[in-house]
């Protein structure tokens, strides 16, 4: 990898492993503070800290290390970046930046307690949205950027398909760009003006509803470079080629279409938007189930068919026979279980009736923790094994990958302890985002009785994370600035697959094509719901409704 490249990339994962410790310091409150045995100092509160951590692991630490993943495949994938592309890479990682300092700064200061999920009634200083606004604005330029690089290769290369790794981090970042559009239109026209004064209200409904375009398929922009990496690096670690070019490249096509129409699925209770427009979104979140499950086939078959290769016997005896010491294969297959009852949760949250029994509750924390909190970021910690060493010339030593090991297990067994005793919780009616946990009152007690249910466990299982994500940053030091520089035939590389793409139809590379069916879908499931929502403002409040 080029000098340039290397120190891009760098840049982006030290942003992210910056952002990774401070936001799991904040997680490690958050239990305690929930168990009561912690009282923060006056300056501090808990919606304070809650929104460091959200912010901090499910925005910062995730963008920045897909960033980081994307720089150091596009040029592993297509070449070198020319001077240009690498300019813009680098003035959009300037932006992202600052916009996320901003944003921190807010913050920390108390002008912006109001979740990573921000939308109104809770309000914010007004530069807290101003530095959302950079940090979007960044994302897009250093995507911009990396497309150009694609556009590049492909006038090189016409009529050919572009290598997966690229396919896929265009796909991500087509998607990224479109989710952010409701974002966008949010924090421009209805946050900014509010928080600065410049209009008395605003319209609540119609904020949660630009909020949630854009919040249901943030979870797919950080799900999918997790997917890159079961696609295109899995296989390469087990010594194969990628099962089928055509199905990968299909799944993230129905990412493309199926992940942006389906936000109701997160305002099921919400009485502003009728039935059938939930229903019909509903729908449409059992659309992008299938791209999942069509991973999960592609997967096993990778596994089945290596292991059996590798001379497995019988029903399960291929299992036997996968690299389980190497630990860059280990956290990714672990990760993936995780994914398997993270999944079924996710179905039973955008079941309509169902999402009435675990909404807003501890549910929906424990989902999102075995599903952002391990198959995304264990997949990220698996990455970060080899990409650092990639990166850095130096070595990924047998001690060091004890160490992993012990941090993978120990986040494993921390986060199952968690998320457990939270999906009980939920399930009992435990809330979730609340300082007041109403612990000396008898209904409340009697919800954390068991040996799941209990708010104990919830917090012995955070703390064994918070020792987990230290080791990982002693390990992401050592990996940066300590271990011994590699000689040539040590040197890390960055896997990637063989994909045979001779039989993979033309057609789906055709982006027109998917942004164009795209669009349309959002059209249908959001064009009437939204005007309904900007026309029927509550009377006196003009278009933006006050509460
Ligand atoms: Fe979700 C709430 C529905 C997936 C993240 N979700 C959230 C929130 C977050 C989040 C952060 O419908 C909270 C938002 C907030 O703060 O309010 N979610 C779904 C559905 C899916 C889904 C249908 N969610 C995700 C992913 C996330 C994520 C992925 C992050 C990365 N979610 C919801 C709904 C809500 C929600 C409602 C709102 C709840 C409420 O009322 O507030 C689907 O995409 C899931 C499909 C996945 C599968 C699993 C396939 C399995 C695979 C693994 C194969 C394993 C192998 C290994 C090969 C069907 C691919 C073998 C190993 C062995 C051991 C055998």
Redesign the pocket.
């Known amino acids: 990898i080029a000098k340039g490249e290397r120190k891009l990339a760098l840049a982006n994962l030290g942003f992210a492993y910056a952002a990774f410790l401070i936001g799991t310091l904040c997680g490690l409150l958050q239990v305690f503070i929930r168990n009561d045995a912690l009282t923060l100092p006056g300056w501090l509160d808990y919606y304070q800290v809650l929104t460091a951590h959200?912010l901090l692991l499910?925005i910062v630490f995730t963008t920045f290390f897909i960033f980081a993943f994307f720089q150091a495949g596009m040029s592993r994938a297509l070449g070198s970046f020319g001077p240009k592309v690498l300019l813009w890479n680098w003035i959009g990682f300037i932006v992202t930046s600052l916009g996320t300092l901003l944003v921190v700064i807010m913050v920390i200061g108390g002008q912006a307690s109001v979740?990573?999920?921000f939308y109104a009634p809770l309000q914010a200083h007004g530069l807290f949205y101003v530095g959302l606004a950079l940090f979007v604005i960044g994302t897009w330029i250093q995507g911009f950027a990396l497309v150009g690089h694609y556009r590049v290769w492909r006038k090189q290369h016409e009529g050919e398909l572009s290598p997966l790794f690229a396919f896929m981090t265009v796909a991500t970042i087509i998607l990224w760009v479109i989710a952010c559009l409701g974002v966008v239109a949010a924090v421009l026209f209805q946050f900014i003006p509010w928080a600065f004064g410049m209009v008395d209200g605003i319209n609540v409904e119609l904020s949660r509803s630009l909020f949630w375009y854009f919040?249901?398929p943030?979870?797919?922009f950080?799900?999918l470079p997790?997917?890159m990496a079961?696609y295109v690096i899995v296989p390469k670690i087990l010594g194969t080629k990628v099962f089928s070019d055509s199905l990968a490249r299909l799944s993230f096509v129905l990412f493309i279409l199926f992940?942006i129409p389906?936000g109701f699925?997160?305002?099921?209770?919400e009485p502003g938007i009728a039935s059938f427009w939930k229903f019909l979104q509903?729908v449409l979140?059992?659309m992008?189930?299938i791209p999942?499950?069509?991973?999960?086939?592609?997967?096993?078959a990778?596994?089945e068919l290596r292991g059996r290769e590798l001379g497995g016997k019988g029903l399960f005896g291929w299992l036997r026979k996968l690299p389980w010491k190497d630990v860059r294969f280990t956290s990714i297959?672990?990760a993936?279980?995780?994914?398997?009852p993270?999944?079924?949760?996710?179905?039973?949250?955008?079941?309509f009736q169902m999402?009435e029994v675990?909404?807003?509750t501890l549910?929906?924390?424990g989902?999102?923790h075995i599903?952002?909190?391990t198959?995304?970021a264990m997949t990220f910690f698996g990455l970060t094994f080899w990409l650092i060493p990639y990166l850095t010339g130096r070595r990924f030593t047998k001690a060091l990958q004890k160490l992993a090991f012990i941090q993978i297990i120990s986040w494993s067994v921390g986060m199952l302890l968690m998320s457990t005793a939270q999906h009980v919780l939920g399930l009992m009616g435990a809330p979730?985002?609340t300082a007041y946990t109403g612990y000396a009152h008898d209904d409340a007690l009697a919800w954390f009785d068991g040996v799941l249910s209990n708010h104990v466990t919830m917090a012995v299982g955070g703390s064994i994370l918070f020792l987990s994500a230290s080791l990982l940053i002693f390990i992401v030091i050592q990996l940066w600035w300590m271990a011994p520089k590699a000689d040539v035939h040590q040197a890390e590389s960055f896997p990637i697959a063989p994909s045979d793409a001779s039989a993979t139809p033309r057609f789906l590379e055709n982006w027109k094509l998917w942004i164009g069916i795209a669009f349309v879908l959002i059209a249908v499931a959001y064009t009437i719901p939204l005007a309904d929502l900007i026309q029927h403002a509550p009377p006196g409040s003009g278009r933006f409704q006050t509460w």
């Not at 699925?265 to 209770?269: A, E």
């Not at 993936?336 to 398997?340: L, R, S």
């Open positions: 959200g499910a979740l990573y999920t919040g249901h943030l979870v797919y950080w799900l997790a997917y079961w992940s389906v699925h997160h305002q099921l209770t509903t979140t059992f992008v189930i999942s499950l069509m991973t999960a086939f592609s997967m096993f990778t596994f297959f672990i993936m279980a995780f994914f398997i993270g999944g079924a949760g996710g179905i039973i949250n955008a079941s999402n675990i909404h807003n549910w929906v924390v989902h999102f599903t952002v909190g198959p995304v979730r985002r």
